[in-house]
């Protein structure tokens, strides 16, 4: 069962936008939850993750102080809200799960990744 990953649009440089990755069930909600990105032409990068419960985030140099990870096990969702978007955020942005935080970065061991959502930053 794939994650799916929504909210995704056009917009200005300096805007925000808020993705959501939804889950199917309480399942995920003891996964780690990472999102990614990847640009035309380059391989699928790490943006930010959060372990399950909320305990730990980490963040990719790019995404630092501008992004933030919100998770509502309730909801069974994981949002990634960005700040201050730059036209090198533009991408197609993925969810995925990995039972495992040592593998936080590690996009080969995250399973139920869906189709993504586009996001492009005009300037």
């Known amino acids: 069962v794939q994650l799916q990953a929504s909210g995704g649009g056009v917009v200005q440089r300096g805007d925000s936008l808020r993705l959501s990755c939804a889950a199917p069930?309480?399942?995920?909600?003891?996964?780690?939850v990472g999102w990614f990105r990847q640009a035309p032409g380059q391989k699928r990068e790490f943006v930010v993750a959060?372990?399950?419960?909320?305990?730990?985030?980490l963040y990719a140099d790019s995404a630092k102080g501008r992004f933030t990870i919100p998770r509502d096990d309730h909801k069974n969702t994981v949002c990634l809200q960005m700040n201050s978007l730059k036209p090198e955020d533009t991408a197609v942005y993925y969810c995925?799960?990995?039972?495992?935080?040592?593998?936080?970065?590690?996009?080969?061991?995250?399973?139920?990744w869906g189709q993504g959502t586009q996001v492009t930053v005009s300037s």
């Open positions: 069930d309480r399942t995920y909600n003891s996964y780690t």
């Open positions: 995925a799960a990995v039972p495992d935080w040592r593998w936080v970065k590690v996009s080969s061991k995250y399973k139920n």
């Open positions: 959060i372990s399950n419960g909320g305990v730990s985030t």
